[in-house]
């Protein structure tokens, strides 16, 4: 069986990209615009390999579906990217240091895209 993936971003360029990161790894793709969608699609559907999650999204920042994540049983293990454009690290405070949860700065490139996607998947194994 195919490992799926969410990608949750209000940004449809970003989606694009992490989409097309994430089918070259094989993976089969899941799209929220924001993260109320995100938990809505989590709420009725938790078999995900790994999801990936846009900071700054309308309804629930990114954050805050992380939060719904980790507190959500059949999900609370599931590695997640916690992604944004921003160039600061003002923003990664909020992101617990816990294995399962990984940073990957948008504006990076492609590669480290993939190299985080390939990271995140490792603990799986």
């Not at 995900?48 to 579906?65: N, Q, T």
């Not at 003002?90 to 992101?95: C, D, K, M, S, Y």
Request: avoid cysteine; glycine fraction near 4%; proline fraction near 2%.
């Amino acid at each position: 069986m195919s490992q799926r993936v969410l990608i949750a971003d209000d940004d449809n360029d970003a989606r694009v990209l992490w989409r097309v990161v994430a089918e070259e790894e094989n993976l089969v793709v899941t799209e929220a615009s924001d993260g109320r969608e995100a938990m809505d699609i989590l709420n009725k559907d938790t078999d995900f390999s790994l999801i990936i999650l846009d900071v700054m999204m309308p309804y629930a920042d990114g954050y805050e579906v992380l939060r719904y994540v980790r507190d959500t049983e059949a999900i609370k293990d599931k590695p997640v990217i916690i992604s944004t454009a921003d160039r600061t690290t003002r923003g990664l405070a909020n992101i617990p240091i816990d294995g399962k949860t990984f940073f990957i700065n948008k504006a990076s490139g492609l590669e480290n895209m993939k190299r985080g996607i390939l990271n995140a998947l490792s603990i799986l194994q």
